[in-house]
């Protein structure tokens, strides 16, 4: 994703600047205890919303964006001129609504009258479908008196770009509008640079006492025991009145929407455990948050509030993540990605006939050029994945109609791997920026101080990345097996070039010396000698041979790497470490469990369940939803890990490493092609003796799996199983 998100923490921890594209906070961004805790987001499709505890929007980051634009940015809610006083508040398991629970502070005088503190429950209810911000506001009187309610609403949409909102500087904006009002309605209105009239529209049920541009009031007669609701709407075009038809209607399609999402594909259930299942069921519902159903089918969104949009690295290892679950993901990513697949070469996008997106936008900023992002592809790894993906969906599911559809972009992006991609000519995929708007650093530590020399020197580029090298060599035995499948002849030949790959990662970026690769090649082919978790990718391809790969697993799992936690990005005693910093030294989820994976592949299925646990008991302090990074401080007894303060929150491959951790764990491999579910050496994280895997469907059968702790060791029991399906046990 793009670069780092550490600029506010830079004055509080030393931790240094990202790129020009980093997120720029301030104070008021952080100012609950926990910097996780703040973050209340709802979305739907391309549309989503971030508000305080309160449920209010208060600027910085906050706000309705809807197609990478803010349509509100102050919406805050008072009674009796003061914010009430929040009892709690959060979001539904499903991921659907906000709810916050508030009660009144001391009413001024009305008419004689006045209420005390705590007489009055106020409810507001809250979420996204269609492009809108639906909202019901419930008043109920539990004092023994009457009482009058002043309620009132200050609101703004300033049309804030995205990138904008991160920080990012513009010279010029286009011009807004005095807003309009008429009764119950504000209607909003920017004209953009870009040619485009972009409008907002809020609206009430009932009529304010007082309506300005800025600020609706009203005056509520409560009786006592009574209650009273107030539905308010806010979307990019003008709406029918509020009311509670309209509100209930649309709860129960956004309601109804999800769970359909939530359900595709097989379900996993840990029934002596429902802490466990509680986290299995809010990272599933994270996963489909995310999701938006495009015309090419589901997209993985990488995260809210500075992603939410599709990106090619994510949404592949996302996919990915899901495959033995849910194939219905990887089909969705490989063919949004097809139809994005660049056909021309150009500087400012980073693009080359062949390559995958990186990332796309929609906002005023990247329509006229002021980011590249609009169309993005300075990913250096997205292609290799891509290609990659593509085989692991075919094992996984025998549909090569799709990937005979595809066939011409896989070939185009190997083409792309073999030709513009090696820049040196050295057989090695290398990145260089095409123009100083793009990103500096292309690989998934794209913060400009992630990759480095030993003793802290940036390389000079092109730079080739250990783990790009891995994707790449996936992506050349993927075509070769996908060959044998559809009967190509260049099989042999995509065999072969596999194989160089694998002996130049071997030659150039192993060091005896320290047990372990290289994270990459500078311009000149030497080598940055940094320790990373790069590392761990290259297992997950299969690529080290069994000897390195245990010596690489054995530092991974060492002190140096691990924080109780999970496993750092860099390992401790490197140059530029720092545990607040965005990719040097922090934890992401998702690096740790492509770790795990790649340490299961080589047998270390015991090593998985150990970082299983660790990842389950970060999840556990972060209220069972894994955030996109945290602080690699190491864990002492009775401490939480420590959160970095503005993680992406949700975020799909956070949510969806707990899936590829527990695959890697039981050791399940699928292979659609024989009609085969291969169960190799099952092990369960510690404290779950018992798993159930239901409706696992492998072609044209289904089958269910309960894996039992017996003893020291995990057995497997097929339960249900229809049509030509089986089950077949390794150890």
Not at 47 to 61: I, M, N, P, R
Request: neutral net charge; proline residues 5%.
């Amino acid at each position: 994703m793009v670069a780092s998100q550490a600029d506010d923490v830079i004055h509080r921890t030393g931790a240094l600047m990202d790129d020009a594209y980093s997120v720029q906070t301030t104070a008021a961004d952080t100012s609950e205890a926990d910097g996780l805790e703040r973050l209340m987001a709802l979305k739907d499709a391309d549309t989503f919303l971030v508000a305080d505890g309160w449920g209010d929007l208060k600027g910085g980051a906050d706000g309705l964006f809807d197609h990478d634009t803010r349509l509100l940015s102050r919406f805050v809610m008072t009674v009796g001129l003061a914010r009430p006083s929040r009892l709690s508040s959060g979001v539904s398991q499903d991921n659907v609504y906000f709810t916050c629970h508030s009660t009144n502070r001391p009413l001024p005088p009305m008419g004689g009258r006045s209420a005390p503190a705590g007489v009055l429950h106020i409810e507001r209810r809250r979420f996204v479908r269609d492009r809108r911000m639906f909202e019901r506001v419930r008043m109920v009187n539990h004092g023994i008196e009457d009482v009058l309610l002043p309620l009132a609403f200050d609101f703004a949409a300033d049309f804030a770009d995205i990138f904008q909102v991160r920080g990012t500087p513009r010279e010029r904006r286009g011009i807004l509008e005095p807003p309009t009002q008429d009764g119950r309605r504000v209607t909003f209105r920017y004209a953009g640079l870009d040619g485009v009239l972009r409008t907002s529209c809020l609206a009430f049920s009932e009529p304010p006492a007082r309506l300005t541009g800025s600020r609706a009031e009203f005056m509520f007669s409560l009786p006592k025991g009574k209650r009273c609701d107030l539905y308010v709407e806010c979307g990019p075009d003008r709406c029918d009145t509020p009311d509670r038809a309209r509100y209930r209607l649309n709860a129960v399609q956004a309601r109804v929407a999800m769970r359909t999402r939530r359900r595709r594909g097989a379900s996993l259930r840990g029934p002596r455990s429902p802490r466990f299942n509680d986290w299995l069921d809010q990272s599933r519902a994270d996963v489909a948050l995310l999701t938006t159903d495009l015309p090419t089918g589901p997209y993985p969104y990488a995260g809210t509030p500075w992603f939410s949009t599709p990106f090619g690295r994510d949404g592949i290892i996302t996919a990915w993540q899901m495959l033995w679950l849910d194939p219905s993901l990887a089909k969705g990513v490989l063919t949004y990605l097809a139809m994005r697949q660049a056909t021309e070469f150009s500087a400012f996008q980073d693009s080359a006939p062949g390559k995958i997106m990186h990332e796309t936008r929609g906002g005023e900023m990247s329509a006229l050029g002021e980011v590249p992002f609009g169309l993005y592809y300075g990913g250096v790894d997205t292609t290799g994945l891509f290609v990659a993906l593509a085989g692991a969906y075919a094992r996984r599911t025998g549909d090569f109609d799709l990937i005979r559809r595809l066939w011409p972009n896989l070939i185009a992006a190997v083409g792309w791997m073999k030709d513009h991609g090696d820049i040196q000519g050295d057989g090695l995929i290398s990145y260089q920026r095409g123009a100083e708007t793009g990103l500096s650093n292309q690989g998934w530590k794209d913060s400009e101080d992630s990759i480095f020399h030993s003793d802290g020197r940036f390389p000079k580029g092109p730079i080739a990345l250990l783990e790009v090298q891995g994707y790449a060599y996936a992506a050349w035995q993927a075509m070769a097996e996908l060959a044998a499948a559809t009967g190509d002849d260049r099989q042999a030949e995509w065999a072969a070039q596999a194989e160089r790959v694998r002996a130049l990662v071997e030659d150039r970026f192993w060091m005896e010396d320290e047990g372990f690769y290289a994270i990459a090649l500078d311009g000149d082919g030497a080598q940055c000698r940094s320790i990373g978790s790069n590392a761990g990718h290259l297992l997950f391809t299969g690529l080290p041979s069994v000897e390195r790969a245990k010596r690489v697993t054995k530092r991974l799992l060492s002190a140096e790497f691990r924080s109780g936690w999970g496993i750092r990005t860099l390992a401790t005693g490197q140059a530029r470490f720092n545990p607040m910093s965005y990719h040097n030294g922090s934890v992401w989820p998702h690096d740790t469990a492509m770790a795990a994976a790649g340490m299961a592949r080589y047998g270390e299925r015991r090593a998985v369940a150990l970082l299983l646990g660790e990842i389950y008991a970060s999840a556990a302090h972060f209220h069972l939803r894994l955030p996109e990074l945290f602080c690699g401080f190491e864990r002492n007894p009775g401490e939480p890990p420590i959160a970095y303060p503005v993680a992406c929150l949700p975020q799909a491959w956070a949510a969806g490493s707990v899936f590829l951790m527990l695959q890697s764990a039981l050791g399940v491999n699928i292979d659609a092609v024989a009609g085969v579910v291969e169960i190799d050496d099952p092990v369960l994280p510690s404290g779950i003796d018992r798993l159930n895997v239901t409706n696992l469907r492998v072609r044209d059968g289904v089958v269910d799996l309960a894996f039992q702790q017996m003893g020291l060791h995990t057995v497997v029991i097929p339960q249900r199983r229809e049509g030509p399906v089986s089950v077949r046990t390794v150890r």
